[in-house]
């Protein structure tokens, strides 16, 4: 069974700073996706950020990246220039079944909060 | 292009009642999945539909069942209420890869 685990239930940070979040998982499977969440009070999740278990370079998307260690299962979510507007619970999730989208394990989330 | 939509957004309910909740999924998507996310927990899989199947199923009860329609959009139904199943129900529709999920249904059971 696959598992994710995110061992800070919350988190600050100064507005314009960088903060990490961190996420492990556990996997028997060698083809899976990993994602970044984030749920505002709106409670709906929005897609931060996807990486390929296959694909070696971490991904990027404008203020946001990903350290993958693929040998160490651990997957952080790095946030720069922290804006007032990034105060949320982010969630790490895995799909481990190979791109056939069938379902999302989730962590219990982090909850940030962006100080002005 | 309307995303995905959910209703009711919030609904009180008695222990031992029936519920359904409902899914529009986003214009072009044609797979549906249902999340319970109790408070303060990361969203647990219930099931996933296709094609008016139910494709994958997560670990729980048959209490909780579930329906495609034709036109795709989805219902979830929960039979014999618990207080357990007090929770905010998300729905993420998708087609090919990638999930866009609604801002759920908050359910209570008193």
């Known amino acids: 069974a696959q598992t994710v685990t995110q061992s800070q239930p919350e988190m600050s940070v100064q507005e314009a700073e960088t903060v990490t979040l961190s996420c492990t998982y556990d996997t028997s499977e060698s083809n899976y996706y990993l994602f970044w969440y984030k749920q505002p009070p709106s409670r709906q999740m929005i897609l931060v950020i996807r990486q390929e278990a296959y694909k070696q370079q971490n991904a990027t998307e404008n203020r946001f990246s990903v350290n993958f260690q693929k040998a160490a299962k651990s997957f952080s979510l790095k946030i720069s220039d922290s804006q007032l507007g990034d105060t949320a619970m982010y969630f790490c999730a895995l799909d481990n079944s190979g791109g056939s989208n069938y379902k999302l394990t989730f962590g219990k989330g982090t909850l940030l909060t962006v100080n002005p | 292009d309307a995303g995905v939509t959910q209703s009711p957004t919030h609904l009180i309910k008695t222990r031992g009642q029936q519920v359904t909740l409902r899914c529009s999924p986003k214009s072009g998507h044609d797979t549906v999945s249902w999340y319970q996310q109790a408070l303060g927990q990361g969203p647990q899989f219930i099931f996933q539909y296709y094609e008016e199947e139910e494709r994958q199923r997560g670990n729980f009860p048959d209490r909780f069942s579930g329906h495609q329609f034709p036109n795709y959009s989805s219902e979830l139904n929960v039979n014999a209420l618990l207080l357990g199943d007090s929770a905010l129900y998300l729905c993420?529709?998708?087609?090919?890869?990638?999930?866009?999920f609604g801002s759920g249904t908050r359910l209570t059971v008193v």
């Open positions: 993420a529709s998708s087609r090919g890869y990638g999930y866009t």
